[in-house]
């Protein structure tokens, strides 16, 4: 079955230190990935996707993720955290030909000051 | 651009009643829309793919006689909650690709709907 984890309930980091929020998938084939952040009450903002070249990916608010193959991986980082960061974060996967996107279970990121 | 607008952001009906929530792109246009349901603390359901013209695609387990899909045109989807019951309180978000379906483009969300049937 294919399949997006967020293996991180929660993530606690102090404002300024780098952040790391994890995601792996299990999807057969090259399948596109993308990185969603959710404020309270509120829809989905895009962030960034993976569709094919480099691995490192830079996105809105000085967010980045790096695709890595062999491990199914695609963790969003960022070198330093804001307070205004805290939100809800979503790891999404678009399997070959389909329009559909599967999430994962969301990663709750709380920065502290 | 690619915004996607939502309505109502919140609402309160009694059990029995239905409720439509209206999902708009404001400006592109959106020939598939989604819509979701998201519970407390968990991730997003996937509950059909709605289609300009044509009928919804249902996911499995989701009853399509409940939940009342139509996309009458291009920048327009709604979702029609028919004899709420509490337990279909949610908390419904909808979302659009721009232009013809592309696997590689991002989705774009509403701000979702706060259901609560009391």
């Known amino acids: 079955a294919q399949s997006v984890a967020q293996p991180e309930d929660q993530v606690n980091v102090a404002e300024g230190n780098p952040l790391t929020v994890k995601c792996t998938y299990s999807v057969s084939g090259n399948p596109y990935l993308f990185w969603y952040v959710q404020y309270p009450n509120r829809g989905l903002q895009f962030l960034l996707k993976?569709?094919?070249?480099?691995?490192l990916v830079k996105g809105s608010y000085g967010f980045e993720a790096e695709f890595n193959k062999s491990q199914t991986s695609f963790h969003l980082k960022k070198p330093s955290a804001l307070v205004s960061d805290s939100a809800l974060y979503f790891c999404?996967?678009?399997?070959?030909?389909?329009?559909?996107?599967?999430f994962g279970t969301g990663t709750r990121l709380q920065v502290f000051p | 651009g690619a915004v996607v607008s939502q309505h109502p952001s919140w609402v309160i009906c009694k059990s029995g009643t239905s409720v439509k929530i209206e999902c708009r792109s404001l400006d592109f246009q959106a020939t598939t829309m989604f819509w979701y349901r998201q519970f407390p603390k968990q991730s997003l359901m996937l509950m059909a793919t709605?289609?300009?013209?044509?009928?919804?695609?249902?996911e499995q387990g989701v009853e399509k006689d409940k939940f009342l899909i139509n996309h009458a045109s291009l920048t327009l989807s709604t979702l029609t909650v028919t004899s709420a019951h509490p337990e279909d309180s949610s908390f419904y978000i909808c979302?659009?690709?721009?232009?013809?379906?592309?696997?590689?483009?991002?989705?774009?969300f509403g701000n979702g709907t706060r259901l609560t049937v009391t």
């Open positions: 979302s659009a690709s721009q232009g013809a379906p592309s696997y590689n483009s991002p989705l774009h």
């Open positions: 999404a996967v678009r399997p070959p030909d389909t329009d559909k996107l599967i």
């Open positions: 709605s289609n300009e013209g044509s009928k919804a695609t249902y």
């Open positions: 993976y569709i094919t070249g480099d691995n």
